[in-house]
């Protein structure tokens, strides 16, 4: 018997001016996006449990007694919502005025700036100039977090985000909230380091330059990388990445939301393992040998001196499954017609799991493409000798 799936029930409300229609339950934060609105928000971020802290999203509800954090605010039929009016902006204005009494104006040294949250919603929504003077920073400068990891105490927002990645995703509580009030910071448990598989996303989710990657301490600026949507090579998972360059140079291997794949996460291994891309012995082009040496050469050429080579004998293949499927498949049809044999190997390493998000994982087997030898009749032999 057929069975009939109930539609999702839906709301309908106006933002801006915009009617939009978003599934039940969806706060007014994300129902905007459907208008094609991006509210303002620090805490808040699609991928951890919602906060409400930073205060940073508020919106004019029409009939509602007071601005409404748009994060925790659920969408209701008929709602009037008003994000840039005059007591919505007044009052995202003071936030921004409060963060920044006591945040170092670091900017030209800052390795986020550039892509900095409260530097793109100060420029767009915030005071021209401060009310006060300049205030005297209270905290030590930078604090090793351990890993990948550094801690600028003057630069955090407290937003809480890395607290809550590491609590509900990582499943490894090793940070927290330290003190109370204007001494409040980012502090670690006795003991603990952020050497999780994972721990590494707390940069990425870091909304200003509070935690920095060592990796890429200094070495760049934001407005000189080129940015291309990647694929993760180092591992069977496929986490979505983005290759960031400068002069044809991997900079920064960075994750790609896909909520199929890897939701917004990359692992430390495969954030870090990029340097063999840059190495400059890499093959860039055939290369056939004449008096004992390689020499670059045409593909027409190295195509033909390779059937030569390989005319009436008998063929074994080692391959790399970092290799392409189509380039896997014409090494199979080699081998079956030398008579010869197809293997493979992959280096492994302790499998890491990411318990909040299930199905993702640094996989044991590191290698991107070992699935694909595998179906083209390849045997894998870890063993094998180059």
């Known amino acids: 018997m057929a069975t009939t799936v109930a539609p999702a029930k839906t709301v309908q409300l106006t933002i801006e001016g915009r009617s939009v229609t978003v599934p039940e339950g969806m706060s007014i934060l994300e129902a905007a996006k459907f208008a094609g609105i991006l ?6 971020h699609p ?5 409400g802290v930073c205060r940073m999203c508020l919106v004019e509800v029409e009939k509602a007694p007071k601005l409404a954090p748009a994060c925790v605010t659920t969408a209701m039929p008929g709602q009037v919502v008003h994000v840039y009016s005059e ?19 670091d900017c030209p040294i800052c390795d986020q700036a550039g892509e ?5 919603y100060t420029y767009v929504e915030g005071r021209s100039e401060g009310r006060l003077g300049p205030e005297p920073k209270r905290f030590n400068p930078v604090e090793d977090f351990g890993g990948d990891v550094m801690y600028v105490t003057n630069r955090c927002i407290l937003c809480t985000r890395c607290v809550r990645f590491m609590d509900d995703v990582a499943q490894e509580s090793v940070l927290n909230v330290s003190e109370r009030g204007d001494r409040a910071v980012i502090g670690k448990f006795d003991g603990q380091d952020l050497t999780h598989a994972w721990a590494g996303n707390v940069i990425e989710l870091c909304p200003v330059g509070a935690l920095l990657s060592k990796d890429s301490l200094n070495k760049v600026r934001a407005w000189e990388l080129d940015r291309t949507p990647s694929v993760c090579p180092n591992c069977t998972q496929g986490c979505n990445t983005i290759a960031e360059t400068r002069d044809n140079q991997l900079v920064r291997l ?5 909520d199929d794949v890897n939701k917004f996460f990359v692992c430390d291994y495969g954030r870090l393992n990029y340097r063999w891309m840059n190495r400059q012995d890499r093959v860039e082009a055939p290369l056939v040998s004449e008096g004992g040496r390689f020499t ?3 593909w027409d050429v190295a195509t033909a001196a390779a059937a030569a080579a390989m005319r009436g004998k008998t063929v074994h293949a080692l391959v790399s499954p970092m290799l392409s499927n189509e380039a896997m498949w014409l090494i199979a049809r080699i081998v079956q017609k030398c008579g010869g044999r197809a293997t493979y190997r992959v280096p492994t390493g302790a499998e890491a799991p990411l318990p909040g998000v299930p199905g993702l994982a640094l996989r044991r087997d590191r290698a991107a493409n070992g699935r694909a030898a595998e179906l ?5 032999d870890d063993d094998a000798a180059l």
Do not use: M, W
């Open 116 to 120: 900095c949250e409260l530097q793109d």
């Open 39 to 44: 509210i303002p928000h620090y805490c808040y």
């Open 296 to 298: 670059a050469t045409d």
């Open 376 to 380: 083209f009749g390849f045997t894998r």
């Open 87 to 105: 007591k919505a902006l007044e009052a995202r204005k003071g936030v921004l005025e409060f963060l920044l009494i006591n945040h170092p104006l």
């Open 254 to 258: 960075r994750p790609r939301s896909n």
């Open 47 to 51: 991928g951890l449990p919602v906060a």
